[in-house]
Structures are given as C-alpha cells and as structure tokens.
C-alpha cells in the first residue's frame, strides 16, 4: 500500500497574492499559509487555477512555490500545479518543485490546441517521468475541453507514481468511475466546492477548492461530519457552504471576491487577481459575506 495518509483531507487551492506593482507578494502568501495552517487544513494546492498559474510567468510560479515551502511545517502538505501548453516548461517546474521539496506535483492536460488523448498522455508521461515525485491528475474539463477518457485514466492510474486525481468536472457519478477502476489506494480529491458531500459520497477522500480560503473552518467541519457518517449534519453544512459560494459568485470575479473576503478575515492584504481578471470592490456586499460565513463558523460550535 502507498502511504497516502499525508494526502487525505482539506486542501486550499492557494490564490496567488500581489504587490502594489504586480509583483509577487512573499510575505503576505507566507501569512496566508500560515493562517490556514491554524485552522487545520492539510495542505495547499498551488499555482492551480485558484492560483493564477496560466496568469504567472513560470519564474513566478517557482516563486510562489518556494515562498510556501519555506513557511510551511513539515506535517503541511505541498502539492504544485506544474501544467503547461507545453511539456517542455512543465516538466522545469516539475524538476523545481522536487528540488523545493514539495509532496507531489499536478497538472491538467496540454492547454490550448485541443489534443487527442494520446498527446495528452504523452504530456503527462513526460511530467511524470521527470522527478520521483507523485503525480496527481489535474481533471477539469470546463476550463480545458478535454473531457477525461476512462481509459486513459485507467493507464494513468496503473503507474504506480500516480497517486491520485484532482477532479473538478460536474458529474458526480464519475467519483465512482474512478474509484472503481482505481481501487481504495486512491487518492481523488472532490474539486467542486459545492458538490464536496457529494462527491465524498461517491468515491472521493479528499478535497480540493478555491472557495475553501474565504472559509477553511466550515470545510475541515465538513469534512470530520463526512469521516464520522454524521450525513444529515454535513448536508445542513453544505447548503451553508454553497449560500456563500453563490453570494460570492454574483460578484464580478470569483477571485476578486475571494481575495476580498480573505483579507477582512484573516489580515492578510491579499490584495487584486491579475489582469484580466477583474477587480471587486470591498463593499458592503463583501462584509455581508464575511459576516454570513463569520456566523457559520460560529454555529460549529452549537
């Protein structure tokens, strides 16, 4: 059996942070680490889209990926989003990420043109075969249109250095799929935040999620409510969950908001996403949010 314990539980997506002048901000995404390391979350997924990563140069992204390790302990767990249009760049990621010392790496499929199945397992092959590191698969065909074949992913799954699947897709029943063809020595993190009882229930272990920074209490929460079969108190939760992650979604950019609500709850200047992203005032629809999950986290303990 892999030890895969390190990889089971709550991830943040990261969001990437900024200086005043576009620049990577070190010290506020180290406060930021650290502040999800007090409430309890496993570990940090970084670079993904949560991050910007198709947004940073790839000196950035190996910045950003430094700035993390050198703050984290050692029981946090690092996974780097390494994906690329190209194998070439993903694979110097891959090599920086080993040397770094982080726990895994990730990527989605080869962006932009539209590959057949077999150039995108040749692209993660090339990935896998660079470092010694694990390898989780990055799912998300909304953002990519590259709708995972099952039996790609049951040759993917057969190397023992893939570990696992980041799955963001929509159908819940494919949670099923996987762990099925995959068998329990599988990690598949649930991607889609409003969807994590669900996806829990049909296969997944772990969970991955962008909204997961503006309220990392209520997912650990959901998450030990999932482990301990406590069902109906997590479903309560999830509609609480999914409440703000629809509030936050009527904003102009999910990233906008999120960076928002970050920095009124945690003092950490998160500051704006990078453009093209578009900016969100911090106005009284964000303290409304902050205010709503403040009340959330505070019901946990009734």
């Known amino acids: 059996m892999k030890n895969l314990e390190k990889f089971k539980g709550i991830f943040v997506a990261l969001n990437t942070i900024y200086d005043e002048n576009d620049e990577i901000n070190v010290s506020e995404i180290q406060k930021l680490v650290k502040v999800y390391e007090s409430k309890g979350v496993k570990g940090v997924y970084v670079c993904g889209s949560t991050g910007e990563g198709f947004l940073l140069s790839t000196e950035e992204r190996m910045q950003v990926v430094e700035a993390v390790k050198e703050v984290a302990s050692d029981d946090f767990t690092i996974i780097v989003h390494v994906g690329c249009a190209g194998t070439k760049e993903s694979i110097k990621l891959a090599k920086h990420a080993e040397k770094v010392g982080v726990d895994a790496v990730s990527a989605v499929p080869s962006v932009y043109y539209h590959l057949s199945p077999a150039s995108v397992e040749k692209h993660w092959n090339g990935i896998i075969d660079s470092t010694d590191l694990p390898f989780i698969i990055y799912n998300i065909p909304q953002l990519t249109s590259f709708n995972l074949p099952l039996d790609l992913f049951e040759r993917m799954a057969k190397n023992p250095k893939v570990i696992g699947i980041k799955n963001s897709e929509e159908p819940v029943f494919n949670m099923e799929r996987y762990r099925t063809v995959a068998g329990d020595d599988f990690i598949?993190?649930?991607?889609?935040?409003?969807?994590?009882?669900?996806?829990?229930?049909?296969?997944?272990?772990?969970?991955?999620?962008?909204?997961?920074?503006?309220?990392?209490?209520?997912?650990?929460?959901?998450?030990?409510?999932?482990?301990?079969?406590?069902?109906?108190?997590?479903?309560?939760?999830?509609?609480?969950?999914?409440?703000?992650?629809?509030?936050?979604?009527?904003?102009?950019?999910?990233?906008?908001?999120?960076?928002?609500?970050?920095?009124?709850?945690?003092?950490?200047?998160?500051?704006?996403?990078?453009?093209?992203?578009?900016?969100?005032?911090?106005?009284?629809?964000?303290?409304?949010?902050?205010?709503?999950?403040?009340?959330?986290?505070?019901?946990?303990?009734?």
Request: overall charge negative; cysteine-free.
């Open 188 to 302: 598949i993190f649930n991607g889609s935040d409003e969807q994590m009882l669900g996806g829990r229930l049909m296969g997944a272990n772990a969970g991955i999620g962008g909204t997961y920074g503006t309220m990392p209490e209520l997912f650990v929460a959901l998450d030990n409510m999932i482990n301990e079969n406590r069902i109906e108190e997590a479903k309560v939760l999830q509609y609480k969950i999914n409440d703000i992650i629809f509030d936050l979604l009527k904003l102009p950019s999910l990233y906008g908001a999120a960076k928002n609500v970050i920095s009124q709850r945690f003092g950490v200047n998160a500051g704006v996403p990078r453009s093209p992203f578009l900016p969100v005032d911090n106005d009284e629809k964000i303290t409304a949010i902050v205010n709503k999950i403040e009340k959330y986290v505070s019901e946990l303990g009734e």
